[in-house]
T-cell receptor
Framework: GQNIDQPTEMTATEGAIVQINCTYQ??????LFWYQQHAGEAPTFLSY????GLEEKGRFSSFLSRSKGYSYLLLKELQMKDSASYLC???????????FGTGTRLQVTL | DVKVTQSSRYLVKRTGEKVFLECVQD?????MFWYRQDPGLGLRLIYF???????EKGDIPEGYSVSREKKERFSLILESASTNQTSMYLC??????????????FGSGTRLTVV
């Protein structure tokens, strides 16, 4: 089966850096995605990692270690608009379907 | 601007009713998916489809069926709605063309309440 774990809630201060962790145990692995979801809205794509290492995209970076079944999303220079849920999702096998974690709700405060 | 459109944003139905949730995408994507999202449980896959007229069960297909008669449209059917099907329903699509590095495109969701 698939098991994806991430913290339920996090709080951070505007301008700070926050790291959201995701661990997974899956039968087969073919990539890991991070999505952002604001309350009442659809998830939107943030990043994709299939090889080990760090992928940087502006203020957001995502890291993957396949041997450890571990990923993190790093958000720098936090802004109030970054308050949202962050979803970790794993693609397994050759199918295109994703299995999602329960999401981490991030609150950015002044 | 590419889009996945779900026909209703909010829906209230009675227990026992047959409910249709419609999803249309304009990106010529092969793959389409239906998820439900509940607090504390995250997104759970109900059904998906890789091509016209084909469908596969996801993790929680009980009480649901789907239809894909055209490539751009994927319908979720609640055969006899029950209160435990009250949820946010999200449709998504994706392409099989590699590199698959931009993930799904989601619709804006349908919040279904069964009373």
């Amino acid at each position: 089966g698939q098991n994806i774990d991430q913290p339920t809630e996090m709080t951070a201060t505007e301008g700070a850096i926050v790291q959201i962790n995701c661990t997974y145990q899956t039968s087969g692995f073919n990539g890991l995605f991070w999505y952002q979801q604001h309350a009442g809205e659809a998830p939107t794509f943030l990043s994709y990692n299939v090889l080990d290492g760090l992928e940087e995209k502006g203020r957001f970076s995502s890291f993957l270690s396949r041997s450890k079944g571990y990923s993190y999303l790093l958000l720098k220079e936090l802004q109030m608009k970054d308050s949202a849920s962050y979803l970790c999702a794993v693609k397994t096998g050759t199918a295109s379907k994703l299995t999602f974690g329960t999401g981490t709700r991030l609150q950015v405060t002044l | 601007d590419v889009k996945v459109t779900q026909s209703s944003r909010y829906l209230v139905k009675r227990t026992g009713e047959k409910v249709f949730l419609e999803c249309v995408q304009d990106m010529d994507h092969e793959n389409m998916f239906w998820y439900r999202q509940d607090p504390g449980l995250g997104l759970r896959l109900i059904y998906f489809s890789y091509d016209v007229k084909m469908k596969e069960k996801g993790d929680i297909p009980e009480g649901y069926s789907v239809s894909r008669e055209k490539k751009e449209r994927f319908s979720l059917i609640l055969e006899s709605a029950s209160t435990n099907q009250t949820s946010m329903y999200l449709c998504a699509s994706s392409t099989r063309t590699e590199p698959f590095n931009y993930g799904y495109t989601f619709g804006s969701g349908t919040r279904l309440t069964v009373v």
